[in-house]
């Protein structure tokens, strides 16, 4: 067999969108820094399965199944889908849940396999769980939030974490709820052209960003009146380019529904990534060599 027949090709490499996982990482640093004495190496260990196997792999299954020609996340112009694009995120998938496995054992094993099983669901045709706007919203934020945060503290924790494990549950699931409508506001034409009533076409642009601002302000306000670690007003301070730059867009796109493009999605989604995981660094750090 040539080896151009199996090595990954541009699109499917695009397509898996490994940059795009680091979207999804907040999260994972939010866990840690309710841990300033976290074994290192195994957070650094599942923070690669995470997103060099995992994420991009629930990517490719979603591409592969979409087939999406207009923008997506992390790509504005999706090349077409490569018929090897299923196959190489399998691949990937079962070489993430193997490491997991070797790593950390059966259980936090099993919790990947059922986010790889709900990731394959919310884009197949057979279910389609992108064209149930609230079921989806409970499935994209459960996974893509608790799970992860339970899952980083099942595996790299070494003594208490600063949060009562309710509270940092809830903030998680805020954070996934308040970005997931935002991700889908660029894409109302195509999901209106293949039948998809998703949360943001339900809520249409202005809806979508006052839920989306209100559930960040959920988030937010938990972890400043119920923490009991004030530091995290630092935090939030930290957070306030990212708002601004939020609000901004929201006020531009309330005036001309045209703002809510994929350019402008993308650049505020990937400052609040940054400011959200430096800030979550940074507390990490200071806990840890304070």
Known sequence: MDTQDWLPTSSTIKHLRFLHSFSLTPVFFFALAQNPSANLVSALALFLILAVAIFPASHGFNSYYDRDKGSIGGLEKPPMVDSQLLTIAVGLETLGLALTAICFGPIPTIALIAYGIASKLYSHPAVRLKAMPWISLLVVATFQGPVIYWLVNQTTANGTSLF???????????????????????????DRQRGDLTLSRLFGIRGTFIFSISCLSVALGALLLLSVDLRWL???????????????WAHASWKTPSEANYKNAASCLNTLTLTSSVGFISMFLVGRFS
């Open 234 to 248: 630092a935090f939030i301070l930290l957070q306030l380019p990212a708002g601004i730059r939020l609000l901004r």
């Open 164 to 190: 009562l494990d309710n509270l940092g549950l809830v903030v998680s699931f805020f954070m996934v709820v308040a970005a997931y409508p935002l991700t889908q506001i660029y894409q109302h034409d195509e």
